[in-house]
């Protein structure tokens, strides 16, 4: 009898035994780190994002970024490198124009107007490149009637088209220009000259024209 008795006591002392312990060496020991040594490390040891691998993978591109049109067919070509191919070629407005794939790489943008585009190439990944078409026809501004008088000057510019300006006037009895080519001219109307229309053009290095009236008084 005397022998359980003191069994019990051990199994109930033990747990007691555990539990302070438990106080002694829990929160607020001795070798638990103070605030100050955590500022410390983290001074000594600051904190760097570990930087992501490089799988290899090439960005798909495309060239020309860009590319300006100026008259109805005028033809572009493209190059799409890098991606995984095959690859799919579209655009953004094909009542502006059409693209036409030519072998793995390229493509030819042709103009259905003289408008804004975009060229999209797409590879096996979905992924996307774009190329923007620009599209401008040939202006003059400002644009006409304008009306100058006797010895009155009026200064026009070339937009758009292919560039490389050729200009004429119509009646040089009424006016003339300073000169004949660059983006911009300067009428100039004859004194003591007559009454009447004349008529500027501005020609582009496509032989595209564009024409202002000038109504001299």
Not at 9 to 24: C, D, E, I
Not at 45 to 73: C, F, K, M, N
Not at 138 to 143: A, F, R, S, T
Request: charged share 15%; proline share 6%; hydrophobic share 35%.
């Amino acid at each position: 009898m005397h022998v359980q008795r003191i069994r019990r006591m051990l199994w109930v002392a033990m747990p007691l035994s555990l539990l302070a312990s438990f106080l002694v060496l829990g929160p607020g020991c001795e070798d638990e780190p103070s605030d100050n040594d955590v500022d410390k490390f983290f001074e000594e040891h600051p904190y760097v994002s570990d930087p992501r691998h490089d799988t290899g993978r090439i960005v798909l591109q495309v060239e020309p970024a860009s590319a300006t049109v100026s008259d109805i067919g005028d033809k572009v070509l493209f190059t799409a490198s890098g991606g995984k191919l095959p690859y799919t070629w579209a655009v953004t407005t094909p009542a502006a124009g059409s693209i036409a794939k030519q072998g793995d790489y390229k493509a030819i943008y042709t103009a259905g107007a003289v408008a804004p585009n975009t060229v999209v190439v797409y590879d096996r990944n979905g992924d996307a490149a774009l190329a923007t078409i620009n599209g401008s026809a040939l202006i003059i501004q400002p644009p006409g009637p304008i009306t100058v008088a006797q010895g009155g000057t009026q200064t026009f510019k070339a937009l758009g088209g292919a560039g490389g300006y050729l200009w004429t006037v119509s009646d040089q009895s009424l006016g003339t220009l300073d000169t004949d080519e660059g983006e911009t001219v300067t009428y100039t109307g004859n004194t003591n000259s007559e009454s009447g229309d004349n008529i500027i053009t501005v020609y582009d290095a496509k032989n595209n024209a564009a024409s202002v009236t000038i109504t001299q008084q």
